[in-house]
């Protein structure tokens, strides 16, 4: 099979992909010669069969490695297919290096709608394995390439010319990742009585508590499920206290949804992990630091499958209570309109650092004054 390109774009910036089991020499080249860097886009269990999560997520997104043999454009595209293929020893590596391996939903951009999940999808219509090689187009300014110029370089390749969401739209005709299951009626001590809506998921059993008939314009919560926080209500972190005042604003209005997150659980690296990260940052790291050290990136999370449980409810305009910028970000990749309201939480000694940090390295929109 011919490695046949793909130019897709997402109303700003563009990349080039190519399926990474057939990607070739020629491929390569254009990559280097007209993209920004060369990134290898792969679920998150290819990366742990390879063994690279054990190198350290460099700027908390990508792995950079090499071929032992790097060298010319040949060898490059020999040791991606490789990689894709799952046959490379670990003496065959060369790290860091220039190849620059990302952590991608399984689920596509039905998961988390991105650069890296749009690329393989693309390998998915097409029957292929699901990683993808890609960059960021340049211009000839050497800026990120905007759609008409995007467009112009794949009629001139003759490349499939396509955008994020073409593959949403192509994909939620045909499929569906949350299945609603079950309503009941919940009432609760402090906060009213709400419908708990439940969703079966790949991220588990997911739960909807839903407030009010009409939700086209509503305030939101989407909680990310914290076991210390919520339940043991730690003063490590600020997540129980945003899930008690998202709680209490949707009861003031008498209307709302909270969608609490399972499989989110130390920013999507699981309970225990999340505690190693804790007593890493006993000995000094902070909380980005200690998930790099275990071997995962700065955040795991994604927001996909809230999304389709939001369509599922009937909501349209969404009032996010978040601090959190790729929250906003992916749910208007998904067609909401979305306002942000702060739902931020006074700092103490205990979780100081862990704000400042969120803030300074996850971009999280915070207030703290040193």
């Known amino acids: 099979m011919d490695s046949i390109g793909t130019v897709i774009h997402d109303g700003k910036k563009a990349i080039v992909s190519f399926p990474a089991e057939f990607v070739d020499p020629r491929s390569i080249n254009l990559l280097m010669k007209n993209c920004d860097r060369i990134i290898l886009a792969m679920p998150w269990k290819n990366i742990v069969s390879l063994g690279l999560n054990r190198y350290r997520f460099y700027n908390g997104r990508y792995i950079p490695v090499d071929y032992r043999d790097n060298g010319e454009a040949g060898k490059k595209a020999e040791f991606i297919r490789k990689l894709a293929e799952g046959n490379v020893k670990q003496d065959e590596i060369v ?8 952590e991608v939903k399984e689920n596509g951009v039905l998961e988390r709608p991105f650069f890296g999940e749009a690329s393989i999808d693309v390998s998915r219509l097409k029957n292929l394995k699901l990683t993808a090689v890609y960059g960021y187009l ?5 800026g990120y390439a905007d759609p008409d110029f ?4 794949a009629d001139e390749k003759g490349f499939e010319f396509t955008s994020i969401q073409e593959i949403i739209d192509k994909r939620l005709k045909g499929e569906k990742l949350v299945r609603r299951v079950v309503e009941a009626t919940l009432p609760t001590k402090f906060y009213g009585t709400f419908r708990a809506v439940g969703y079966e998921t ?3 059993e997911i739960v909807a508590l839903v407030r009010g008939e009409e939700l086209r314009e509503v305030p939101v919560r989407i909680h990310s499920e914290c076991l210390t926080g919520d339940i043991f209500h730690s003063l490590r972190c600020d997540c129980g206290e945003q899930l008690e005042k998202a709680l209490k604003k949707i009861d003031f209005e008498n ?3 909270l969608i609490y997150m399972r499989g989110h659980e130390g920013r999507g690296i699981g309970l225990l992990n999340k505690l190693m990260a804790y007593r890493l940052q006993e000995e000094g790291k902070d909380t980005v630091e200690a998930n790099l050290e275990l ?8 927001y996909g499958i809230a999304a389709q449980i939001l369509l599922d409810l009937g909501v349209k305009k969404v009032r996010l209570m978040t601090n959190n910028p790729e929250k906003i970000e992916e749910l208007k990749a998904y067609g909401f309109e979305v306002v942000r309201e702060p ?3 006074e700092p103490h000694e205990e979780n100081y650092v862990y704000l400042k940090t969120k803030k300074e390295k996850m971009g999280h929109m915070i207030c703290i004054n040193d």
């Open 295 to 302: 071997g995962f990136p700065s955040d795991m999370r994604s």
């Open 343 to 345: 739902i931020e939480i």
């Open 255 to 257: 209307r709302g949804v």
């Open 95 to 102: 790290y860091p290096g220039n190849i620059f391996v990302e």
């Open 138 to 142: 340049m211009d000839e300014n050497g």
């Open 202 to 204: 790949p991220l588990g």
């Open 150 to 153: 995007a467009k112009n370089f």
